[in-house]
């Protein structure tokens, strides 16, 4: 009897932790799209233009208008928070009157949290150099979980390098997105941008994250099942 108990047992836990598994692996998949666009005065009809996109993570380097640009954007996951950070920015100016470039990265599809949100973002510019005029970052989210738009919750103007945060509580639903939006004024040959520049970031309070979830619903199959067993061996 007690044998048998314990093989039924066995299986019980070998089926929960299968299904943990399952369920964390069907939470790392999904990875969020990363959206990169650029847009210029006179290029492209000055319409912002998408050139790169990728799940979890986009770049592009390469030759823009009047611009050579290096961007990428890393989103959620790894993360298990939306964490939207454009983790490099290099732009070098090519022509001789000046140009404004503006640079949109957006994570679109998040799905947490939901709900009131403190979303904080930092900025850090690290290369400022040339005749340069200033550059412009500001971070938005959008509940319509648009691309290269939405509500800007904080802004910074840089003139030199240097950094800054700022946190704004928020209400999001689902799914939103984070944009990342740097505007970049020229006025000749030789401006230079760089730097580790931004991240967006959520945090919420009050619901239950998601691996205390999958613990609470392991425990509650494993009691549910324990019940079973214990009917079983005394009816």
Request: hydrophobic fraction near 35%.
């Amino acid at each position: 009897m007690q044998k048998g108990l314990g093989k039924m047992a066995k299986k019980l836990m070998t089926a929960i932790a299968g299904l943990a598994v399952t369920l964390v692996l069907t939470s790392v998949a999904r990875a969020n799209t990363i959206s990169i666009a650029f847009q210029e005065t006179g290029v492209n009809g000055g319409a912002i233009t998408q050139e790169a996109t990728g799940s979890g993570t986009a770049s592009f380097t390469g030759l823009y208008g009047n611009f050579v640009a290096e961007v990428s954007g890393t989103g959620t996951p790894p993360s298990t928070e939306p964490d939207l950070t454009s983790n490099s920015l290099s732009v070098n100016f090519l022509g001789f009157t000046g140009a404004t470039l503006t640079i949109y990265v957006t994570e679109t599809g998040i799905t947490s949290p939901i709900g009131l949100t403190d979303l904080l973002s930092s900025f850090n510019l690290g290369l400022l150099g040339g005749p340069v005029t200033s550059v412009v970052e500001t971070t938005e989210y959008s509940n319509s979980n648009a691309l290269y738009s939405g509500t800007p919750f904080a802004t910074q103007t840089f003139t030199a390098t240097g950094s800054a945060s700022a946190s704004t509580k928020v209400t999001t639903s689902a799914p939103f997105s984070e944009t990342e939006v740097y505007v970049i004024e020229t006025t000749g040959f030789g401006a230079e941008v760089g730097g580790d520049i931004s991240i967006a970031k959520g945090t919420i309070t009050s619901p239950i994250p998601e691996s205390a979830t999958l613990s609470l619903l392991g425990t509650g199959l494993l009691g549910l099942g324990l019940l079973g067993l214990r009917k079983k061996v005394y009816p």
